[in-house]
């Protein structure tokens, strides 16, 4: 079965530290996939079957210089193109047209309802700029469907529903709030992880990682550089891990070990 989903992470350059992301740690910051790359990659990726793609990681999306060819090349080959931006290069007119007409679907990531939550969230962006941007965006006539996103951190959750019902009222198609996954409000789930048949994740350096929660590259499966995404998706490192999670033992590898990707409610 080939992957219907694919991670690219076109740039890992950010100006946000944002509270619960990876991007401080990572050993491959501030760096660009190349255009013609990026364009080879999706091609393969179509050849494939990939019919959702998600042109993001750790990182700002929509500060790779060619970000809006990428996603249209996704759009050319049938692909949906979800981004996800948050949303600070919005008060760039420039951006915004891009943005209004390169993907099928935008996700802004706005953790915080009042300027004192944002700017806890999210270090380094202006809140007031972040908002207006999201706004003004969203008033516009002509723009693709967009998803506004929380994080609820210990000092925000009571702010869920007031975030809710703002961001619809101005617009937004849906609006989702989701704990913070080192709250202890998930926990694991022994059961085999569909994201192994259906999701490939392809890192800016060209690698392709185990799966969208391996923010480190701490288990490469295969190198896009100079092998076929198709052979690295069909070969021996990927199907061991399938093996092992088919087989109730995916505890035995440290990152399956502690994901909350699979995991199941235990709260209200």
Not at 68 to 77: E, T, V
Not at 184 to 189: A, M, V, Y
Request: charged share 25%.
């Amino acid at each position: 079965m080939n992957p219907t989903q694919a991670g690219l992470e076109i740039t890992t350059k950010c100006h946000a530290e944002c509270i619960g992301c990876p991007h401080g740690a990572i050993d491959r910051k501030n760096r660009n996939m190349g255009t013609d790359i990026a364009l080879e990659l999706i091609d393969q990726l179509s050849d494939m079957g990939v019919k959702k793609l998600s042109p993001y990681r750790v990182g700002e999306p929509t500060l790779h210089p060619d970000w809006a060819i990428i996603c249209s090349h996704g759009l050319n080959k049938g692909m949906k193109v979800r981004l996800y931006t948050n949303v600070s290069t919005l008060n760039d007119e420039t951006v915004a047209d891009e943005l209004a007409v390169s993907v099928s679907e935008v996700v802004f990531s706005i953790d915080g309802l009042t300027i004192k939550s944002s700017r806890r969230a999210r270090p380094g962006l202006d809140p007031d700029q972040i908002f207006s941007n999201a706004a003004q965006f969203l008033s516009r006539k002509k723009r693709p469907p967009v998803t506004v996103r929380m994080t609820a951190f210990d000092w925000s959750e009571n702010e869920a529903d007031a975030f809710c019902k703002k961001w619809k009222a101005l617009g937004a198609e849906a609006v989702i709030v989701v704990p913070d996954i080192r709250s202890g409000k998930l926990r694991n789930s022994l059961i085999p992880c569909m994201r192994l048949e259906s999701q490939i994740t392809i890192l800016v350096d060209c690698k392709v990682a185990l799966c969208c929660r391996d923010w480190y590259g701490k288990i490469i499966l295969g190198d896009a550089a100079t092998t076929s995404l198709h052979d690295i998706w069909t070969g021996k490192p990927y199907n061991k891990i399938r093996a092992l999670h088919v087989q109730g033992t995916s505890d035995s590898i440290p990152l399956c070990a502690g994901c909350t990707s699979r995991w199941k409610e235990n709260h209200q």
